[in-house]
């Protein structure tokens, strides 16, 4: 695998995980996790553990969680899905065309390990007019006081994606 070192604008690393470690998270999803990010299945409306969360954190992926949506942003658009006007940040939120089901829709994936995560429609609040449309499956929520990893499991990384940072001022 070649690390290519892409890292996005909020410093989050882009490039695929290793092979052994995406498989190992993959084997870990339960069912309906399995089903909706690696089969682009949907789950039911109204049943998402995340459509009714109120806390204030970060919705991640849950196959490698890469930051994808913040609270800040999540609103309620009726459709039984967690609904979100933006995104943690534009590069983390990968868009394809999906033309199943008789009709043209935009599929919205992880861009690190390309876990379907649902799709986006242009009929969102201000100020971006979009609506981000999530299943829960899909989404793992870390509370605002815990630590984002910067890359899951990683050999590099033994500490379970765990990041130091060093800063130096003068």
Same mark, same amino acid.
């Given at each position: 695998? @070649?690390?290519?070192?892409?890292v996005? &604008? @909020?410093?989050?690393p882009?490039? +695929?995980?290793? =092979?052994?470690?995406?498989q190992a998270?993959? /084997? &870990?999803l339960?069912p309906e996790?399995h089903h909706?990010?690696?089969?682009s299945g949907?789950? =039911?409306?109204?049943c ?5 969360? %109120?806390? =204030?954190g970060?919705?991640c992926?849950?196959?490698?969680s890469?930051?994808?949506?913040? @609270?800040e942003h %999540? ?8 609904s979100f006007?933006?995104?943690f940040?534009? #590069?983390h939120?990968? #868009? %394809? !065309?999906?033309? @199943?089901? /008789? ?5 919205i994936?992880c &861009?690190? $390990?390309?876990a379907?995560? /649902?799709?986006v ?7 971006? *007019?979009?609506?981000? $449309?999530?299943?829960?499956? !899909?989404l793992?929520?870390?509370t605002?006081?815990k #630590?984002?990893p910067?890359?899951p499991?990683? +050999?590099?990384?033994? #500490?379970?994606g765990? &990041? !130091? =940072?060093?800063?130096?001022g *003068?």
């Open positions: 695998m @070649s690390n290519t070192g892409r996005s &604008a @909020s410093g989050f882009l490039d +695929p995980l290793p =092979a052994e470690v995406l998270r993959v /084997g &870990a339960t996790q909706v990010t690696q089969k949907t789950e =039911a409306p109204f998402g553990g995340f459509l009714g969360e %109120k806390e =204030a970060i919705y992926c849950v196959v490698c890469l930051p994808l949506f913040r @609270s %999540k609103f309620d658009s009726g459709t039984g899905w967690p006007f933006d995104t940040d534009r #590069e939120v990968a #868009e %394809k !065309s999906d033309e @199943s089901h /008789g009709m043209i829709r935009v599929e994936c &861009a690190r $390990c390309d379907h995560l /649902g799709h429609f242009p009929d969102g609040p201000p100020p971006t *007019g979009v609506r981000h $449309c999530l299943n829960s499956a !899909s793992e929520f870390l605002l006081d #630590e984002i910067l890359m499991d990683s +050999p590099e990384n033994p #500490e379970q765990l &990041a !130091s =940072a060093y800063f130096g *003068g």
